[in-house]
C-alpha cells in the first residue's frame, strides 16, 4: 500500500471498526492513545472527539504502523498535534515494560529452564541486560527527549536528540542477536514449542519497536522542528549463509572480541592490520547473525571458545 493509498484509505469518516481490521497493530494504537473499544459502527472522527484525540494525528500515527516506508507530508505534520504523539509514545513505554517485557521475561525463563546451568545463565543474562538497556534508553526518552521536544515547541528552538538514533541502533541489534541465539544455538532439551513461544514474542516486540522508532523520528522530530529530516538511508542486512563455520582465524578474533579487546589492541596482538580485523569482524556477523559484542560473547560462551571465568 502506497502513501496515495492511504491517504484515499485511511479518514476520518471511516468507521473505526474498519480501520481497526486494517492491521492486527492497529489496536494496539487505539489503546496506547487512551481511546477505550465498544465504539459501535462511529467513525473515526466521532471516536476520537468524544476522547479528546485529535482524528488527524491518530490516524497518522496508524498510518506509520500500516504503510511501509510510509513518509507523511509536511502538511499533515503541520496539522497534527505533539501532545498526542507525545500521549502514544509514553503509553508505548508503559506497554513495553508492564506487558511485553514481562511476557518475553516468562517465556524465556520456561525456555531455559530445563537446560544446563551454564546456557541458562548465559543466556538469562544476556536476556537481563539487554532488558535493563531497554528500560535505560526508555527512561531517557522519558527524562530529556519528551520534555525536551515540548520545550522546544514553546520556545521556538530546534530539538536536539544527541544519540537518540544509536540508542535506537543498540536497541534493535541486541533484540535480534538474541533471536538469533535462540534459533541457532541451544541445546536440543530445550523444547519446541517454548522456542516458538519466545521467537513469537521477540518478533511482535521487534516489530512494535520498529513502529515506535519510525513515529519518533518521522512523526514527532519533524513536528518538533517543524520541517521534514532527510530520510534515513536504510541499510540492507546482508545475506546470512546458514550454517556456515568460522575459521580458525576467525575464531581467535572472535575470542579477542569477547574479552573485550578494542580492533587496535586485536591487531597487535594478532600482528595483522586493522583493517584486516574489522574484515575478520564483518565475516563473523555474517556467518554467526550476531552484530553485537555482547551477543558474540554469549555465542563464545555457548560454542565453548572462551570460559565463563576469562571474561569476569
Known sequence: MGNSAELLLFSPSMKMADLMNVRPSLPGVLTRMGIPFG??????????????????????????????????????????????????????????????????????????????????????????????????????????????????????????????????????EKLEDLKNLIMKYLPPVCGQQDIYRVLSSISTLQEDLAKHIIVEDGILNPIVNRKMHATAETVGEPDRSEGEQLSAREKEILVCVAKGMLNKEIADAENISIHTVITHRKNITHKTGIKTVAGLTVYALLNNLIDINSIE
Open 39 to 172: 465504539f459501535g459502527d462511529e467513525t473515526v472522527e466521532e471516536v476520537c472527539r468524544r476522547q479528546g484525540i485529535d482524528p488527524e494525528t491518530f490516524l497518522l500515527i496508524c498510518c506509520a504502523h500500516t504503510v511501509d516506508g510510509y513518509v507523511p507530508t509536511k502538511e499533515r505534520l503541520r496539522k497534527a498535534d505533539l501532545r498526542d504523539v507525545l500521549k502514544y509514545l509514553r503509553l508505548s513505554h508503559a506497554y513495553y515494560m508492564e506487558v511485553a517485557m514481562k511476557e518475553l521475561t516468562d517465556a524465556l525463563v520456561r525456555l531455559t529452564e530445563p537446560c544446563g546451568e551454564k546456557h541458562r545463565s548465559i543466556l538469562r543474562k544476556f536476556f537481563y541486560e539487554y532488558k535493563d538497556e531497554l528500560l535505560k534508553h526508555l527512561e531517557y526518552e522519558e527524562e530529556v527527549v519528551f520534555p525536551q521536544a515540548e520545550a522546544a515547541l514553546q520556545q521556538g528552538r530546534r530539538v536536539v536528540s544527541e544519540g537518540l538514533e544509536e540508542n535506537h541502533t543498540h536497541v534493535g
